[in-house]
């Protein structure tokens, strides 16, 4: 079975604080993806990584930044927290395929609570 | 408009109902097609995965696809409880964009 895990479920910080968040997967999987989850809105995706090194923009990049040194690790950064990014953080995994057809595994989640 | 459109609900059943769930979508180079169910407090977890056009079947779930009308279903027959939960439909095209297009979700409560 696939397997992402993500470090923490919940988590509070403040405004202005630097916050990482980290992911992890252990099927080889070439993608790896950022999301967040918020009433009404569904899934929108933050940024995602295709390769070691490698980074594309999703729809709302703003705010966030992202680091993947190693294949089976992606993190998410929120560079100074503001309350508009409390919220559910979900990252996913997939294998590399033409476009974006490879389904995608999910993590359960991070709720981040910014005070 | 968003590029997929998902019904919110909730949609409340009784348990042994067949439940029908709808998305729309606009963009025609969307080829595969996903349904995700979702638990509280949980990630989402693939469902159904089918490609272009027609049905797929995998127990209780039938997941259907009409390309002509921009239009995919996820039928749950014999409805549980354990099957209340949000669904959400993914979509993707062959080529371009490497991620997903969720839609926003329906949240299904089956009454026991």
């Known amino acids: 079975d696939v397997k992402v895990t993500q470090s923490s479920r919940y988590l509070v910080k403040r405004t202005g604080e630097k916050v990482f968040l980290e992911c992890v997967q252990d099927?080889?999987?070439?993608?790896m993806f950022w999301y967040r989850q918020d009433p009404g809105l569904g899934l929108r995706l933050i940024y995602f990584?295709?390769?070691?090194?490698?980074?594309e923009k999703g729809d709302i990049p703003e705010g966030y930044s992202v680091s993947r040194e190693k294949k089976e690790r992606f993190s998410l950064i929120l560079e100074s927290a503001s309350t508009n990014q409390t919220s559910m953080y979900l990252c996913?995994?997939?294998?590399?395929?033409?476009?974006?057809?490879?389904?995608?595994?999910f993590g359960d989640g991070t709720r981040l609570s910014i005070l | 408009q968003k590029e997929v459109e998902q019904d919110p609900g909730p949609l409340s059943v009784p348990e042994g109902a067949i439940v029908s769930l709808n998305c729309t979508y606009s963009?025609?180079?969307?080829?595969?097609f996903m349904w995700y169910r979702q638990y509280s407090r949980k990630g989402p977890e693939l469902l159904m995965y089918?490609?272009?056009?027609g049905n797929k079947e995998d127990g209780r779930f039938t997941a259907q696809v009409d390309k002509s009308s921009k239009y995919i279903s996820l039928f749950i027959r014999d409805s549980q409880p354990s099957d209340s939960a949000t669904y959400l439909c993914?979509?993707?095209?062959?080529?371009?964009?490497?991620?997903?297009?969720f839609g926003s979700g329906t949240r299904l409560q089956v009454q026991p």
């Open positions: 990584s295709y390769d070691v090194k490698m980074k």
């Open positions: 963009n025609s180079a969307f080829q595969y």
């Open positions: 099927m080889d999987h070439e993608n």
């Open positions: 089918t490609y272009s056009s």
């Open positions: 993914a979509m993707s095209a062959d080529t371009g964009r490497r991620a997903l297009t």
């Open positions: 996913a995994s997939s294998f590399s395929g033409r476009g974006g057809n490879q389904p995608q595994h």
